[in-house]
């Protein structure tokens, strides 16, 4: 019964995610909010909106270590799977933005998480509410820079009717919430039938569920033979996963900080960061291709079989 509450789960918050970002979309556009923006903050925002409501209800469920190995894994995930996937099957084009501003900046907030863990293992809502602050720090900034370096693209949706935005929000945050029960509840019954840490349940299992949007969204724009997708708009899930979820989440529940993420998790998510900065200045420079992306997957499955170990 725990699987098929997992995959309920899983199954749940890819129709929650998908409408959270059309409705998203589509009400800024109707406010004439420039596409640079949507893709910046508006998208970004919404798509970790998953990892937000799983993170919350396993944080206010007495479940600390989901929240933020939720986080973590989704983190190593977007970099090892969905980014990996995506290189294998196509190509990501890495321009001067993402030396400039998407790696460096992730870098930051990844080692800004690694810092208020070693202080006391605990990410207080002081530091929380730091954050927040940080995230929303890097959205103005964003917003002042005049490149549109964001794949437009994948935000064209048709200008609709208030009356179908309403339901798009609707639907989005009842499968959400519906979806984040499920998964945390199967993820906490499953690593209890298992005998196994609610820690490695939720850097693995959880991590991927919450990472199929992106995944998903990222193979159908190449099945639809879009343009190349940035590396940068995936780095941008990365740190709104720490800015936004984690400050979030600490700032209504402090979160506990075990010695097993702060020594295996987060050391991981700073190497999978390191790795993809290597993979990016190494030939072919400013490209991601099928052996890059092999590489980046292996080591993800060596991730998953150490964690699991």
């Known amino acids: 019964m725990s699987i098929l509450s997992i995959l309920t789960g899983f199954f749940l918050l890819v129709v929650g995610g998908e409408y959270i970002v059309r409705a998203s979309v589509s009400l800024s556009l109707r406010f004439k909010i420039s596409k640079f923006a949507?893709?910046?903050?508006?998208?970004a925002l919404a798509t970790s909106f998953p990892e937000l409501i799983v993170s919350v209800n396993a944080a206010l469920s007495g479940s600390p270590s989901i929240a933020i190995n939720n986080v973590i894994g989704s983190n190593i995930a977007?970099?090892?799977?969905?980014?990996?996937?995506?290189?294998?099957?196509?190509?990501?084009?890495?321009?001067?933005?993402?030396?400039?501003?998407?790696?460096?900046?992730?870098?930051l907030f990844s080692l800004q998480l690694l810092i208020f863990a070693m202080n006391d293992n605990l990410i207080s809502q002081i530091e929380g509410a730091t954050l927040i602050l940080t995230i929303l720090?890097?959205?103005?900034?964003?917003?002042?820079?005049?490149?549109?370096?964001?794949?437009?693209?994948k935000f064209n949706?048709?200008?609709?009717?208030?009356?179908?935005?309403?339901?798009w929000l609707i639907i989005s945050s009842i499968s959400l919430y519906a979806g984040s029960e499920f998964l945390v509840d199967g993820a906490v019954k499953l690593a209890k039938e298992l005998s196994i840490s609610e820690a490695v349940i939720s850097v693995s299992v959880i991590a991927i569920g919450t990472s199929v949007p992106e995944l998903a969204t990222s193979v159908?724009?190449?099945?639809?033979?879009?343009?190349?997708?940035?590396?940068?708009?995936?780095?941008?899930?990365?740190?709104?996963n720490i800015g936004s979820v984690l400050g979030i989440?600490?700032?209504?529940?402090?979160?506990?900080?075990?010695?097993?993420?702060?020594?295996?998790?987060?050391?991981?998510?700073?190497?999978?960061?390191?790795?993809?900065?290597?993979?990016?200045?190494?030939?072919?420079?400013?490209?991601?291709?099928?052996?890059?992306?092999?590489?980046?997957?292996?080591l993800y499955f060596y991730f998953l079989y150490v964690a699991y170990k």
């Open 38 to 43: 949507i893709g910046m903050t508006v998208v």
């Open 78 to 107: 977007n970099i090892g799977l969905v980014l990996s996937i995506v290189s294998i099957l196509s190509f990501v084009t890495v321009n001067k933005n993402f030396y400039k501003r998407d790696w460096p900046i992730m870098f």
């Open 137 to 153: 720090l890097f959205i103005y900034f964003s917003l002042k820079r005049k490149e549109a370096s964001v794949n437009d693209d």
């Open 157 to 167: 949706i048709p200008k609709v009717s208030k009356f179908k935005i309403l339901f």
């Open 220 to 240: 159908v724009a190449i099945v639809k033979k879009e343009k190349g997708i940035s590396v940068g708009n995936i780095l941008g899930s990365n740190i709104f």
């Open 249 to 298: 989440t600490s700032l209504i529940k402090p979160i506990i900080v075990s010695q097993e993420i702060f020594e295996r998790d987060i050391v991981w998510m700073i190497l999978f960061a390191i790795l993809l900065i290597f993979l990016a200045i190494i030939p072919k420079k400013n490209h991601m291709g099928k052996m890059k992306g092999a590489i980046l997957l292996i």
